[in-house]
Structures are given as C-alpha cells and as structure tokens.
C-alpha cells in the first residue's frame, strides 16, 4: 500500500514532522538509517512524486522507505544523471544495486558531503567527523 499524498502534506500544513522527519524516525538504526538520512538531506529526489510513490508506504507507525520499490527503475523515474548517480550509491547503502564509487564522479559537492557523513553510520563509526574544518 503506497502512502498517501494527502497524509503527508496535512502533516506538513499543520506544522508538524515532514515527511522526511517521520521517514527517519521510522528507519532502523543502522544501514537504513543512514540511506533515509541522506536521502532526505540531499531534498530533490524525495520531492519528486514518482520516487515517492514507489518509495514511500504506510507503516504501522506511520510512514517508511521500502527500497526495494525503487530496484531496477531508476532509469524511469525522470531523475538528472547526479540524482541518478546519488540514488544509485543510496540504494547501495542498504545493499540493493550494484552502483560502483566512481558514481561519485557526477556527484557535485552538497551530495558528495551527504554521502561522506553517511559513510561513517554506515560502518557504526560515531567519532568520524566529516566537513569542513576551520
């Protein structure tokens, strides 16, 4: 069952928890935790409705990411190449495709330090600080 839209934007309206608020939350720690952090961080794919409706369903808590919706359609779902790239290396995250790091080459720099600070909650790493230093 696909969430729906009109759940998701009257939390929105009544200035409660976003959609990708209530994604997080709801992810498991770990791997899934970080691929819904970054996918909500990096904004322009969540936004688009055709990634939503194969992401995104009703959990018993509320809404969750089911990643394996988007497994073979990222060709299809009218994403740029660097969102494509992006959401090829955040589907690997939870271990569904087969994007290699040299994807990273179409990344432009706000997804690239996404991914970065993803890296270290990927390996259950909490001391690794990634970002700029001054």
């Given amino acids: 069952m696909t969430l729906t839209a009109t759940k998701a934007e009257a939390a929105e309206e009544t200035n ?8 997080i939350e709801s992810a498991p720690k770990g791997r899934c935790r970080a691929a819904t952090q970054a996918l909500v961080e ?13 992401l ?4 018993e808590d509320g809404p969750v990411c089911r990643w394996e919706g988007l497994m073979g359609r990222l060709y299809g779902l009218g994403l740029d ?8 290396l955040v589907l690997g995250m939870v271990g569904i495709g087969l994007h290699t790091l040299s994807a990273v080459e179409e990344l432009d720099e706000p997804r690239l330090l996404i991914l970065m600070r993803a890296m270290p909650v990927l390996a259950g790493n909490d001391r690794i600080a990634v970002g700029t230093r001054v």
């Fill in 56 to 59: 995104v369903v009703d959990g």
């Fill in 81 to 88: 190449d660097a969102q494509r790239a992006f959401l090829g």
């Fill in 16 to 23: 409660g928890p976003t959609l990708g608020q209530l994604l």
């Fill in 42 to 54: 990096e904004e322009t794919i969540l936004a688009l409705h055709s990634v939503r409706r194969l």
